[in-house]
């Protein structure tokens, strides 16, 4: 008699039990909306990358002084938006901050979102030209933690989305 390994023998038997009739598949849970996104709790060493036209959600929270991360390259001369809005039910006001190369501040803003009167007054918006070509690190965070080093902020439902586009 040939001996069917074990890890085989578990395998095909895994295969026979799903093929059974009178056993139904557990429905597929829908991820949950308003979960949060911790895929991209980023660092400022390894931040995600988004290119223009993309768009990722987070969150502010998990740490009492949570800051994401996001890094893309420009050439000289790219015209640009950065969006960073709080959904609906959101908790966040959020901030954004633009860096060149993870170096210098080129740009902060808080409550800029807000050209189109449908938009959240306390959404922050980046315009801004690439003077020169290179990598630029988007920060996001809550307003609580800008000015104040020693306050937190951490709350599941500080939600929020960004995204990079050309204008
Ligand atoms: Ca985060
Ligand atoms: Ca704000």
């Known amino acids: 008699m ?3 390994p074990p890890a085989l023998l578990g395998f095909s ?3 026979a039990s799903c093929g059974q009739p009178g056993h139904p598949q557990p429905p597929q849970q829908p991820p949950s909306s308003g979960a949060p996104d911790r895929s991209t709790d980023t660092t400022r060493t390894a931040p995600v990358t988004i ?6 959600g987070g969150v502010i929270a998990g740490q009492p002084r949570d800051f994401d991360y996001y890094s893309f390259d420009a ?20 901030v954004v901050r633009l860096y060149l190369n993870e170096g210098w501040i080129l740009l902060e803003k808080d409550d800029d979102g807000a050209y189109n009167p449908s938009d959240n007054s306390l959404d922050a918006q980046i315009l801004f030209n690439a003077d020169k070509a290179g990598r630029y690190v988007i920060e996001v965070t809550s307003f609580k933690l800008v000015n104040d080093p020693t306050a937190t902020d951490n709350n599941a ?3 929020y989305t960004v995204a990079l586009n050309k204008r």
């Open 2 to 4: 040939k001996r069917i």
């Open 13 to 15: 038997l895994l295969l």
């Open 51 to 56: 290119a223009p036209g993309q768009s990722y």
């Open 75 to 94: 050439a000289a001369g790219d015209q640009l938006r950065i969006d960073v809005k709080a959904p609906a039910g959101s908790t966040l006001d959020p």
């Open 157 to 159: 439902k500080n939600l």
